[in-house]
């Protein structure tokens, strides 16, 4: 019981640490404009309908939420099923979740995502994205490195706590 209540407070702050930065970017960033941090980073408010790279814009607000909402219960499932000792894919479970929820709670607040990030050189950008993105991205890497180095110990999985 204790890491799963330890796991809810780490989703819940991240959530908080997202929509934290999404309401600094919206009240201080001015829409397509870019505010240069380094030569290749910038903050740009940008807004997205669609998921990553705006895909899937076509399937409307309502069923991105649908959408979100079936693979997080279909990532629950998968996260029960994680053993207690493999604590780094918890972790990314953990960061998963957090990412979803708070892109999920802003396209059920305002109908699309806020993004502000963009890495960028003259000849080459990459997708404006959010913290929220981060944590799947990182949360994704976590799972995988965990399953390719945490090693099998031949025993039968346990439950999570």
Known sequence: MK???TLFIIV?????VDQLTKYVAETTLEFGVLTPIAPVFSLVLAYNKG?????????????????TLVILAGLYWL?????????LAHLGFA???????????????????VDFFYF???????AVFN???SFITIGAI????????????????????
Do not use: C, Y
Request: proline share 2%.
């Open 3 to 5: 890491l799963r209540r």
């Open 12 to 16: 819940f702050a991240l959530v908080i």
């Open 51 to 67: 998921v990553a790279f705006s895909a899937l814009s076509w399937v409307g607000n309502t069923g991105l939420i649908v959408m």
């Open 79 to 87: 996260w029960r099923k994680v053993p207690v000792h493999k604590q």
């Open 95 to 113: 960061l998963i979740f957090a990412g979803a929820i708070g892109n999920l709670i802003d396209r059920m607040a305002r109908g699309q995502v």
């Open 120 to 126: 960028h050189t003259q000849n080459w950008a990459f």
């Open 131 to 133: 913290v929220a993105d």
């Open 142 to 161: 976590a799972i995988i490195i965990d399953e390719l180095f945490s090693g099998r110990s031949g025993e039968p999985d346990r439950k999570s706590e």
